[in-house]
């Protein structure tokens, strides 16, 4: 397997556009996570996901955030419309579950300007 | 509530020297416990897991950690640092009924030669 995917890996947008970060997991992994990290707060867990279906979103930051999870195989986190102080890291990680650890991909290094 | 604190936000070394990252846990459920490893603009990689049995666990890269319930904590360690294990650690922690992976703010470890 590939590993997980991620796409793109350099986001470069203008404030007020929206932003779509993709992510392709491994496959057979039931789990899927998606990370923000920034200098400031670290790596926090904005919302994960267990067979397509979202378990706990409590650390998206606010509406402007969403996430979807339509197959097995892809997600994706929106932000409409991006903020400058959106500007991070986005790591996407998937598991077949807690005990194995998550595996992550490369992440998406979005600049909102 | 259930957390993991990474002590110490930065580490320096010299070549050879111990390597010691502290981490200590607060849960009410047993534990899944982790190490993962992040070098500069990539992803995470997980480095070792203790999920259950043997409370010494041995990694990549010459790395183990060792479970202690009494004193709740997992600390990193390496007899001998090498210019290559500079980079910045994270410990993250997961549980049986949630799946849910937390993670501490990091520790990064230089190297010195």
């Known amino acids: 397997d590939a590993g997980v995917i991620q796409s793109p890996r350099h986001e470069v947008t203008e404030m007020g556009q929206e932003v779509t970060l993709r992510c392709k997991p491994i496959s057979g992994h039931d789990y899927l996570f998606w990370y923000r990290q920034t200098m400031m707060r670290g790596l926090e867990l904005l919302i994960y996901f267990n067979n397509n279906v979202p378990i706990d979103d409590s650390g998206m930051p606010e509406d402007r955030f969403s996430a979807k999870m339509p197959n097995a195989s892809f997600s994706t986190l929106k932000i409409q419309p991006s903020e400058p102080r959106d500007s991070a890291v986005y790591f996407c990680?998937?598991?077949?579950?807690?005990?194995?650890?998550?595996?992550f991909g490369q992440g998406t290094r979005l600049t909102v300007v | 509530a259930q957390s993991v604190t990474q002590l110490g936000s930065h580490v320096s070394v010299s070549e050879g020297a111990l390597v010691l990252l502290r981490c200590n846990y607060s849960?009410?459920?047993?534990?899944?416990l982790f190490w993962y490893v992040q070098y500069p603009n990539q992803g995470l990689q997980l480095l070792l897991k203790y999920t259950t049995g043997a409370t010494l666990v041995k990694g990549i890269n010459g790395f183990e950690a060792e479970f202690k319930k009494s004193e709740t904590s997992f600390h990193l360690t390496k007899p001998s640092a090498h210019m290559s294990d500079a980079a910045e650690y994270f410990c993250a922690v997961s549980f049986y009924n949630t799946d849910k992976l937390i993670f501490g703010t990091g520790t990064r470890l230089q190297v010195f030669p």
């Open positions: 849960s009410s459920v047993p534990p899944y």
């Open positions: 990680a998937s598991t077949p579950g807690g005990r194995v650890g998550a595996f």
